[in-house]
Each structure stands twice: as structure tokens, then as C-alpha cells.
């Protein structure tokens, strides 16, 4: 087991992760933090360190010394109704009460009923500090391990030039190598088809044509559906792409100079209008070629003598006048042209070339103005030009990514430093303001337009890298695909013979603020979105809380289902899988798949603390204890006590003193406590379940399961009946409750006798149960769902009170029955609302439900009609019809399942006959056989181990 423990740096998982983001119903108001001027802190501090007498003396007074106190240097603490004044005093006598409340509650978080200026400054600090790192802009997010695909049809030559091809979609992308093959790929990079441009007929041997010259770029001309690929062979080859069976039809020879960059644009909304390719040399040259009826074709059909494609002598052109139109501009450049682009708004081109004279050069098709021209040293390897940000964007082998303003040659708006080798490829990115820039050393940054800051650097891991030598790169070795071509958008790098696929994600401005760009909150899935790893209630505040796997934290409120909270990338990009409140019920502990572990204020979503991780391996189980003593479990196959009652810190230390190395063999899988027996009970892998005495923070008792086929099952949950446990008769009978392949087993840790009795739980053979739930106090019905997606509530009044001497036990009675959802139920929780009990659900599905106990569906969590708790009119009922035609269709199926199991069963047993026949734990009969392996995730995926604001931090750090 990898620990951290012997790390320099413990926290370094924490300082890898992808920041997070939170989202707050706009209908909770101002911020205090928003509200609040350094004026006001002032006065606030002065308020808790002065008597009530010299407040509105120190609001007066036109001298306010910073950092002085009148009243002494004693810390004390004021309770609501002062704090009401006390605000009301600096702000104004209008604030309203439920404003002062709210900040008193967020500041007040651990609910002793008084505030202190130190526990003030830190909450305002935390908060002034998470809205200044979310004022930063983030890179858009890249695929932290991008899919890299060898082209072998290369020949060991690189890719020059890969294009993006979506008529007729799907999506595909066409790659030229630099000897002339042609691939054709999907969008998962898989090979669909390969080709070589055909050779000079002159030069046939054995009816083979090989082309023998260097391919120098290649561009999609989207309306005639081909792609033009020019070489040194001064020629240009267009291939027809437009169906499965890609083959070239034109080829186009003789041209004065070799073509050295493409360019092809065409009026999207009017395809069938002129259409325009341009094409650089390697004498600083542009050549346009304007085809005048494209949807006829490019060029005069003429009758072919050979096999193969159709061969057109370039000054042979004016045979083809009625279908193409030429043009030749020479010496733009002194040097050879490596980047041509056109801009159809100003009717303008714009080249590129290493010449220091002639760098980038702007100029109208007409030449009846003067050019645009940009110079600068060693000149431009690339440039990327966006004409509604009239930016333009320049990489060199000086190093330097340079940004221009459209009218503006003689110097760059900004000079983007860190590249160590020539920067070959560069791409405007403009839905997140962002500039891509590629270098030869397969180093990928991305900046920010507006900060000029280097958001991110990812060095692509090409196989075809070797120490100390640089790969060889194509003439254009990245392209940038976005909507409406691909959603999300994709970027495609090129080195040597290998491609790699990264996928992009939009992340804007405003992370840690209260709405997105947009002005509303990010738009809710229902069942259609992330599987849910854990569901919980949080009964102080009235509010669900919900964990995805893709590391989203969601508050709701029970009353209306409406959302108050969301955070995003709570865990980077790691999954979220348990879940757990503090004692004061004000702050949410999360753990995630890679070991870390945080506490967050539910009322605004402010990360408190991150604790310290014991191992990179999952975070299982997490319990509080009453006083704020946190217990985590997980593969670590150890108990870790962090103390978050007294953290003032951001960090938190881990408290390894339980006596728990080596007594757990597997991995911890779930834990739960038991205040009135003094107790926590934790089970692994293996099936083991051990129960540890808190006093002495030991184990006290070894309980072990059924087995199935000799071996022990994991056990999914566990559940304390805790009103059986404060009750003296009843604590000696079945008090936890424990889930191994859908067998429940009612454990007694006391006496000589534990097992009480156990049942198959599901509606169907060889499923699991994830997650129980009871009523509280009373413990009279037990809520189980199973990884079918239907729940089950059976009555318990009765059950597991007396030890079973039988060989074969009855389950109790089931009260109601349904399916929940269509995949997996990963948590299940009993709650009281309104004087009513309610059923919480959360699926693998990615939704959450609300149901009454009688099995009405009161709505989904996220859904777009609100629901009202206390008028049931409002419900998204299901009615008892349906579900009874649901009970009966699934006791059908249920009926034949049974009956094939028995035909498999010695004596005609069913699969839950057969559990409960077992009279000890000591049993080794064999349970139903399921299809378990080790902790294998329901999704399906493998569980692998402004001034104001700089003046109030200062004010505060000071």
C-alpha cells in the first residue's frame, strides 16, 4: 500500500487536482462578503474589541487608525441579537434579519451560539481568498491522458497535415503523411481507411504508380467534399472524400514553384456559390484559384485516356476558364510561405514566412491598399488569426508566442514567454478566450487572452520520443475542432508518426462566484447525467445532498426539490464516494477515489479543510463522532482519526493512534457507529466485520458472514438499529445490521450467540444490496435497495429479537415494494418531513428521488416543476395500479427466476431458503451465485485504486 505518510509533501494530491467551482441559488442574496467594504471591517473589528459605548464614537470619528484597538487586545464573543445591532450600526438600520441570520450561521459554524473576530477573519479571508482565485481565469480542461494512436501506414514518415471531415457525419478525420498515404479515422482515432496519392503515369512500373516526392500540406474543401493536397512535385492532388470509398479524381501538375500552405473558404450558407483556394509558395508567391461553379464541379470534364485520376496540365488551365478562375500575386514574401489564411469579411490574405522583413503579411485581394506588415526577427513559423477578436496570434523559432492587434504592426500587444524550443503550431481557442500553442519539444500550453498568463502546460508523452533528441514534426502539426463540427470541442497534435486526441471542456470565468456566465445556474440532469456514488439528509437544514462521480456536490431542498448549491470538481477530476455530516449537521465531509479527503460550509459551499491523506487509495466510509472526531476508512485497510471540532487550519493532520494496522487482512469497505453502545463496526473485502470499543479505540469482537463457495462475500453496508442499542433488553438482540449478496444479517455484539437472524433481501436471485436504512428513533421498519433498482421496506418491529434455532428462517413481513430506478440504488435513507416519512433514493442512473413510504413518488431531484412536501397534489404520483402491475411483473419474473434456481438447488430450496438455512457464521453452504469481483464500480468503469477585494485581503492577512 503506497502511503503518504513518509512523503515531504503530503498534500501534494491536493496541489494536483483541478480547483473547484460552486454555483448558489441567486435567491439567497448578497454575500456578506460582497456586502461588506473595508470600511466595514474596520468598524467591525472595532465593535468586537470595544465597548457598545465607543461603536458609533469610532463610526464618527474622520480618523480611523488601521490596526489599533481602544479597548484592549481581549478576544470576545457576541451572540445574535449584538450582532444584529452591531451590523445594523456600521452598515444601516435596513438590513434585513434574514440576511443577519444567514451570515451569523456561516460565520457561527460550529453552532456554539457566538462569533469571534478571529473565527470573523477567517471565514471573510476564506471567502474574499475563493473569490479572487475564482476571478482568475482556468485553462479550458484537457484529457489528462490523451488517446495516442500510431500511424503505421506513414511509413515512419510524419503527419504534415490532419483535417476534420463531418459531411456526411459522423465526424471523421482525414491524415496526409508526409510520403504521400492518406488514413481515414473516426473520431475515437480508429482507422476506417487508407490510400497513396498516385505517381506520375510516365514513371509506371508493373502497373504501379508510387508517387515519389514529399507532400507539403493538405486542406478540406468542405462544399465539393474533397481534400487538396500539394507537394513538391509542384502539383496538387484532390481526393474525393464524400463517400466510404475515398479515391483521388484530380490531379492537378506543372505548377512554376512549389506549393508550400493551403487555403480553401467557401460561403457555408450559399454552397453553391464561388468558392476560393489559395495556395503559398516557396517564392513568397500566393496563387488564388476561384472555382465558379463548384456544385458542377472543379474543373472541365474531360475524356480520360487512362486509369486513374484526371490529369490537367497546370498551364493547360485556360481550357477550364467556364469552371475555374487564376490568379498569381508573387513576392509577398522573400522567403517561402508557411501559413495562408483568408478573411472574407475585408477580402483580405494573410501569409507568413521566416523573413525578418516580411514576418506576417496582410493584403487585399484587390492591391489597391496598402499591406499589413509585421517584422520581427527570425520571422513567424505559424500564425492564427480570429477576425471577430481582431487578434492575431504568432509562434517563431525565437520561442516567443506573440499577440497583435489587427492595425497595429510595429509591436506586440503581448510577448507570451516559456516555450524552450520553436513554436510550430498556434490556435485561437475564442469560446473561453484562450490561445493553444504547440512547440517542437511536444510541449502544449495554453494562455489566457486577456491576463496573458499560462493557464496550463502538458507535455504529450509521444512514444516515438527519444532522451535527449527532438521528434520530427509535419508542417502543421495541430488542429483545433469546435462546434459546430464536434461538441465538445477537440484538439489533434501530430509528431512524427503518431496522433494524439485531447479532448476540451469550456470552463468560463466566475468558478467560485454565484451564477455562470449566462446568469443562472448550471442546468440540472435527471437520470441522464453522472452516476450518483452517495445520497445523504441533512435534517438541521432541511436539505439533501447529493455526491457524483464526476466529483459534483449538489445541496436540495426536501421542501421543493429546487437546488441551493452546487460544487463542481469538489475532488479535481477524482470520483466522489462517500459522504458525511459533522456533528453540528453545518458541514459536509466528502471522501474521493485517490485518498482525499474535505470539509465544506453548506451554507455557501467554502472549502474549509482538506485533510490529511493516509494512502492514495480509496476513501470508503467516513462516521463523526459527537464531538467532532472524524473516522475514515478505506483501502488503506486502517482507521484515520482527524480532529475538524478545533481546526483553525486549512490543513489538517491525520491522527493514526487507532490500534487498527494489520487487524483489517482487506479492504474497509463500509463503517458505521453506535453512540449508545460505544462502538463502531467496520467490514471489508473479505467479509469480515469487526466491531472497536471508541474508549479504547480497539477491537473488541471479529464477526465473519456465510460463505459462498468456500469464500467470503464483501459486505456492502452496514446499519445500527440505535434504538435497539439504547434500550437495555433490547441491546443484547440483533442491533446491526449487515449486506453480503443481498443476505442480510442481524448481529447481536454481545453474548455468545451473534447471528439473529438473516434473509435474502432482493426481488430477484444473485443481486446485491448497497444500502439500508431504518426509521429513527423507533427502528420499526428497515429500507433496503438492490442493485436492480428496486427498494424494498420491511417491517422489523419483530424481527431478529430472539436467537433462531430453525434451519430455515422466514424474512419479515414486506410492507411495500417498487422500482425505483433502472440501475443500482447506492444509497437508500429514511426521513421525517412534515410529520410524514419519506424515502430518499440515489441511483447509478444519475438521479435522485423523493417517495413516501407507501411508495408515491414525490419527484426527482433537478426535475423542472417544483414539487410542495405538504401537498401531496403536487407529487409526480405513481399510482398504486402501477405499481402493483410493477409487483405482479416483477414477481412474475421473479416466479420463473425462483423456480430455476430451485431446479438447481438440492431438495428444491430457493437461493433465499438456502441463505437463511445457515444456523452460525461458521456455515459454509452456498449463497447465490453472483457475478462479484472486486469492488467493481456500477457504472462500469474499474475502480483503480477589483480594488475592494485586494484591500479586504490585505486587511484581513494583516
Known amino acids: 500500500m503506497d502511503t503518504l505518510r513518509n512523503h515531504k509533501n503530503p498534500w501534494v494530491l491536493y496541489e494536483m487536482e483541478v480547483p473547484h467551482s460552486r454555483f448558489c441559488d441567486p435567491a439567497c442574496g448578497v454575500s456578506p462578503a460582497e456586502k461588506l467594504s473595508p470600511e466595514h471591517l474596520q468598524l467591525l473589528r472595532n465593535a468586537f474589541t470595544c465597548p457598545k459605548a465607543e461603536i458609533q464614537m469610532h463610526k464618527n470619528r474622520s480618523d480611523r487608525r488601521s490596526g489599533r484597538n481602544r479597548g484592549g487586545n ?257 513576392n509577398i514574401h522573400q522567403e517561402p510561405i508557411n501559413r495562408v489564411m483568408f478573411d472574407p469579411g475585408t477580402n483580405v490574405i494573410m501569409t507568413s514566412s521566416e523573413s525578418d522583413a516580411t514576418s506576417v503579411v496582410f493584403i487585399n485581394v484587390t492591391l489597391k491598399q496598402e499591406p499589413y506588415v509585421w517584422k520581427f526577427k527570425q520571422g513567424a513559423k505559424c500564425f492564427d488569426y480570429n477576425a471577430s477578436l481582431q487578434l492575431m496570434v504568432t509562434g517563431g523559432c525565437d520561442r516567443v508566442v506573440r499577440l497583435w492587434t489587427r492595425f497595429v504592426t510595429t509591436r ?39 491576463s496573458h498568463h499560462c493557464l496550463k502546460t502538458v507535455c504529450l508523452q509521444f512514444p516515438c520520443q527519444q532522451p535527449g533528441r527532438i ?78 462521480a464526476d466529483s459534483s456536490v449538489s445541496l436540495w431542498d426536501i421542501e421543493s426539490g429546487r437546488r441551493r448549491l452546487q460544487i463542481l470538481n469538489a475532488h479535481g477530476e477524482e470520483e466522489l464516494t462517500c459522504m458525511a455530516l459533522d456533528s453540528s449537521h453545518r458541514r459536509l465531509i466528502t471522501g474521493a477515489r485517490n485518498g482525499t479527503i474535505k470539509v465544506w460550509n453548506l451554507l455557501n459551499g467554502l472549502n474549509l479543510h482538506k485533510l490529511e491523506p493516509v494512502t492514495n487509495s480509496e476513501v470508503t466510509g467516513l462516521t463523526c463522532l459527537h464531538d467532532n472526531q472524524l473516522l475514515a476508512v478505506g483501502w488503506s485497510q486502517r482507521i ?73 462475500p464483501p459486505v456492502d453496508s452496514l446499519l445500527f438499529l440505535q434504538h435497539r442499542a439504547s434500550i437495555r433488553k433490547l441491546r443484547n ?79 419479515p413481513p414486506l410492507l411495500q415494494c417498487w422500482k425505483a430506478h433502472e440501475r443500482a440504488l447506492v444509497s437508500v435513507e429514511v426521513l421525517e418531513v412534515a410529520d410524514r416519512l419519506f424515502v430518499l433514493t440515489a441511483s447509478a442512473d444519475g438521479s435522485a428521488g423523493l417517495w413516501t413510504v407507501d411508495g408515491d413518488h414525490v419527484g426527482s431531484f433537478g426535475q423542472e416543476v417544483m414539487w410542495n412536501i405538504t401537498e401531496p397534489a403536487t407529487y409526480q404520483r405513481k399510482t398504486r395500479k402501477n405499481l402493483t402491475e410493477d409487483k405482479e411483473e416483477g414477481n412474475e419474473s421473479d416466479e420463473m427466476g425462483l423456480s430455476k434456481v430451485k431446479s438447481q438447488v438440492p431438495g428444491g430450496q430457493t437461493s433465499q431458503e438456502k441463505c437463511c438455512s445457515e444456523g452460525d457464521a461458521s456455515s459454509t453452504e452456498d449463497l447465490p451465485t453472483i457475478p462479484w469481483v472486486r469492488y467493481q464500480s456500477l457504472t462500469g468503469s474499474k475502480r483503480l485504486s477589483s480594488q475592494h477585494l485586494e484591500e479586504k485581503v490585505s486587511f484581513l492577512s494583516v
Request: hydrophobic share 35%; with cysteine; net charge negative.
Open 74 to 330: 481581549k478576544e470576545r464573543g457576541i451572540k445574535f441579537e449584538e450582532f444584529r445591532e452591531v451590523l445594523r450600526s456600521v452598515i444601516g438600520p435596513d438590513i434585513e434579519d434574514i440576511w443577519v441570520e444567514r451570515f451569523f450561521s456561516e460565520v457561527d459554524i460550529s453552532c456554539t451560539g457566538q462569533v469571534k473576530w478571529q473565527q470573523l477573519c477567517s471565514y471573510l479571508l476564506l471567502e474574499y481568498t475563493e473569490r479572487e482565485r475564482a476571478s482568475i481565469p482556468r485553462a479550458a480542461l484537457l484529457d489528462s491522458q490523451p488517446q495516442i494512436k500510431h500511424c503505421s501506414q506513414n511509413k515512419r514518415e510524419p503527419t504534415v497535415r490532419v483535417v476534420a471531415v463531418s459531411h456526411p457525419p459522423p465526424l471523421r478525420y482525414i491524415s496526409v503523411s508526409k510520403g504521400g498515404q492518406i488514413a481515414v479515422w473516426n473520431s475515437s482515432l480508429h482507422i476506417l481507411k487508407s490510400l497513396g496519392l498516385a505517381g506520375d503515369p510516365t514513371e509506371e512500373v508493373a502497373n504501379t504508380r508510387r508517387f515519389r516526392g514529399w507532400t507539403t500540406d493538405a486542406v478540406y474543401m468542405g462544399n465539393v467534399h474533397k481534400v487538396a493536397i500539394a507537394t513538391d512535385c509542384r502539383d496538387l492532388h484532390f481526393v474525393n472524400v464524400y463517400t466510404a470509398s475515398v479515391f483521388e479524381d484530380v490531379h492537378l501538375f506543372g505548377f512554376r514553384s512549389v506549393p508550400t500552405a493551403l487555403c480553401y473558404w467557401h460561403d457555408v450558407q450559399c454552397p453553391e456559390q464561388p468558392s476560393l483556394l489559395l495556395l503559398g509558395d516557396e517564392k513568397g508567391g500566393v496563387h488564388l484559384m476561384w472555382f465558379l461553379n463548384p456544385s458542377k464541379g472543379l474543373f472541365k470534364n474531360l475524356s480520360k485516356k487512362e486509369n486513374g485520376p484526371q490529369r490537367i496540365f497546370f498551364p493547360d488551365l485556360g481550357e477550364h476558364r467556364n469552371m475555374v478562375s487564376y490568379r498569381h500575386i508573387p
Open 640 to 712: 484515520a482519526q482527524y480532529d475538524i471540532a478545533a481546526a483553525k487550519d486549512l490543513y489538517v493532520r491525520a491522527d493514526m493512534s487507532w490500534k487498527s494496522s494489520s487487524v483489517h487482512k482487506s479492504d474497509i469497505l463500509a463503517v458505521c457507529q453506535c453512540s449508545a453502545l460505544g462502538v463502531v463496526a467496520t467490514a471489508s473485502h473479505d467479509g469480515e466485520v469487526i466491531i472497536w470499543r471508541l474508549e479504547t479505540q480497539g477491537p473488541v469482537l471479529h464477526l465473519h458472514g456465510p460463505t459462498q463457495r468456500g469464500v467470503v
Open 471 to 548: 521528434p520530427e514534426h509535419g508542417n502543421f502539426p495541430l488542429l483545433l475542432v469546435s462546434p459546430p463540427l464536434s461538441e465538445p470541442s477537440h484538439l489533434v497534435v501530430g509528431c512524427k508518426d503518431y496522433l494524439a486526441l485531447l479532448s476540451l471542456a469550456e470552463t468560463r470565468r466566475g468558478g467560485g462566484g454565484l451564477l455562470t456566465d449566462e446568469g443562472r445556474e448550471p442546468e440540472p440532469n435527471i437520470g441522464s447525467g453522472p452516476a450518483l456514488s452517495c445520497a445523504l439528509y441533512n435534517s438541521a437544514l432541511r436539505q439533501v445532498v447529493t455526491g457524483h
Open 412 to 450: 506586440p500587444v503581448a510577448t507570451l514567454l516559456g516555450h524552450l524550443t520553436t513554436v510550430l503550431d498556434v490556435a485561437i481557442y475564442q469560446p473561453v478566450g484562450q490561445i493553444f500553442s504547440y512547440s517542437r519539444d511536444a510541449e502544449l500550453r495554453v494562455w489566457d487572452i486577456s
Open 733 to 811: 438482540r440483533g442491533v446491526l445490521v449487515s449486506s453480503q449478496v443481498g443476505c442480510l444479517c442481524f448481529w447481536s455484539i454481545t453474548g455468545q450467540t451473534h447471528i439473529y437472524g438473516q434473509f435474502y433481501a432482493p426481488e430477484q436471485p444473485g443481486e446485491r444490496v448497497l444500502s439500508l436504512s431504518s426509521d429513527q428513533p423507533k427502528n420499526t421498519i428497515l429500507v433496503s435497495g438492490d442493485t436492480t433498482g428496486w427498494l424494498q421496506i420491511w417491517d422489523i418491529c419483530h424481527f431478529a429479537l430472539d436467537i433462531q434455532h430453525e434451519p430455515v428462517c422466514e424474512r
